[in-house]
């Protein structure tokens, strides 16, 4: 079967090759959401059929965004290239222009997503039940909605798109959890997101009755009264905190992350957070930078609050997935932070670290759902001397985990490094704060390797365990390799993401002098 898969994919590679890099977006767009609809339609209720074609749609999907990739210009004038639209009217009442475009930002999400999903397929191989034609189909829709929201230029097709994306998470949870509670935690997913999301409806409304036009590039340029302004920065910034996730908006991750299957970890660490710092780098701070700049300082407070807090939550937590998604809340609490400094190199760590942390986080899910399958427990005093029994996941395990710290030639390292030289800029105290919760990060990190690898072994959980087979051990070593990549290599990525955050700050943020005081509230 594999080297089925393995000549259709170079079959693949040879015919996207041929396809034109103009019309390269609109194929992105087009095909995912008809893999979807096929996979609908395929007939027999065989599993592994619709496995098979799942995971050989993503990679031929990751071939076309390669490719996409290949042929993006990051030096260019405008930030948005390939720019595809529909233009509607309904009876002059309703106008419509619908636009989707890539910059660097849109790019490296669209491609991370496309990279998440095959994993997403290989680690959900041996999961057989009723539901898993529909959780392949789900897969597809949701890679679908997400390369949208990536990539739309129209805030109202973004928050069409943005609800859209709740709906195949909230039936993944209910198909791929572990527990009774799973339905609990997908309630507490699409009530905090869909709640969190409604504030941003209004918004949307007012600034169409003002514009006419929902158009991002145009609106940028609109000038609104400050009292007005506020208000759409609060309702933007509530839909968009509630997704990455912040204090105290956080509560349904955990719970959403125990819940759910591997795969749906992966790709909600992986992918569905940072739609909330793409959301608040791409229209709070880009369209709002005034109100940004005067509010930075309380969301300060609250990153820096969540920072520490959610590091020190995470040094009780007893189950091993917990360990991980707790420590997920406070790392994308420091790459608010980061944005929120509104300096170049603030950003551009913010983003670097966002991006690590879609690789890192998924990996070391991958890690936890492979030692799930063997022992059926999370639970870290169940767990212990697993380097005896499965030396190539304790090697994995402690890669992923140096990630996780930020250890030098990491990709976390460069990020968080960055992060902090922009926080630096702005205040140093909130420069310590932040160091507390790297150390922290540090202290947790090691005492959940050594309690998982090297603790007392658990015979009766250990006893004839099968190390990594090969699935799962060429899926963390793609992440590896990237991780490798962006570690040695940082400029592959920050080239291009300097460029269209140079062109934002000359076109749209505000200049403005960092307040001398760390917390305000």
């Not at 997403?120 to 392949?136: D, E, G, I, P, R």
């Not at 009774?180 to 504030?199: D, E, F, N, Q």
């Not at 007392?456 to 006893?463: A, G, T, V």
């Not at 992440?479 to 400029?491: D, F, S």
């Amino acid at each position: 079967m594999w080297p089925l898969v393995f000549s259709l994919c170079v079959l693949g590679t040879a015919l996207l090759y041929t396809v034109p890099v103009e019309g390269l977006l609109l194929t992105v767009l087009i095909v995912p959401l008809a893999r979807a609809l096929f996979l609908c339609v395929l007939p027999g209720k065989e599993s592994k059929l619709h496995r098979f074609y799942a995971l050989l749609f993503t990679l031929v999907t990751l071939i076309l965004c390669t490719r996409l990739w290949r042929g993006f210009v990051p030096a260019a004038v405008e930030p948005f290239q390939q720019v595809v639209g529909l233009n509607r009217s309904w009876n002059g009442l309703l106008r419509i222009k619908l636009e989707f475009g890539l910059d660097s930002l849109s790019l490296w999400m669209v491609l991370l997503t496309a990279a998440l999903m095959p994993l997403a397929v290989l680690c959900s191989w041996n999961t057989q039940n009723a539901h898993s034609q529909s959780f392949y189909r789900l897969l597809l829709a949701l890679e679908s909605f997400l390369f949208r929201c990536f990539t739309s230029l129209d805030l109202l097709c973004f928050y069409v798109l943005y609800e859209c994306s709740l709906l195949p998470m909230f039936l993944l949870i209910g198909l791929g959890g572990s527990r009774a509670r799973k339905v609990r935690a997908a309630y507490l997913l699409v009530l905090y997101t869909l709640v969190g999301s409604l504030a941003m409806l209004p918004c949307l409304l007012l600034l169409y009755s003002r514009a006419g036009t929902t158009n991002y590039l145009l609106l940028r340029s609109l000038n609104i009264e400050s009292s007005r302004q506020l208000l759409l920065w609060w309702g933007f910034f509530l839909a968009f905190a509630v997704k990455v996730p912040l204090m105290p908006l956080h509560l349904w991750l955990p719970e959403a992350h125990v819940e759910r299957s591997t795969a749906g970890s992966v790709l909600l660490a992986g992918v569905l957070l940072k739609l909330g710092t793409y959301g608040l780098l791409r229209f709070n701070l880009y369209m709002f930078p005034e109100r940004s700049a005067y509010l930075g300082p309380r969301v300060s407070t609250i990153c820096l609050i969540g920072v520490i807090y959610r590091s020190l939550t995470t040094l009780r937590q007893v189950d091993l997935k917990k360990i991980v998604a707790y420590s997920s809340v406070a790392h994308m609490s420091m790459v608010v932070l980061a944005l929120f400094t509104m300096n170049e190199v603030g950003i551009l760590g913010s983003i670097f670290t966002m991006l690590a942390h879609g690789v890192r986080s998924p990996a070391l899910f991958l890690c936890v759902g492979a030692l799930y399958d063997r022992t059926h427990t999370k639970r870290l005093k169940y767990l212990g001397g697993a380097a005896t029994a499965m030396p190539l996941f304790s090697i994995w395990f402690f890669i992923f985990s140096l990630c996780n710290m930020a250890l030098p030639l990491t990709p976390n390292f460069v990020g968080e490094f960055l992060s902090l030289c922009g926080i630096f800029a702005q205040n140093w105290v909130s420069l310590t704060i932040c160091l507390g919760g790297v150390i922290l990060s540090a202290v947790y990190t090691l005492w959940a390797y050594a309690r998982v690898v090297h603790g007392m072994p658990k015979i009766q959980y250990l006893s004839g365990m099968a190390d990594l087979n090969r699935r799962e051990w060429w899926s963390l070593a793609i992440l590896a390799i990237i991780a490798l990549w962006w570690g040695l290599k940082p400029g592959a990525v920050l080239d291009s993401l300097g460029s269209t955050v140079y062109y934002w700050q000359q076109c749209s943020l505000a200049i403005y002098e960092p307040a001398p005081w760390a917390l305000l509230i």
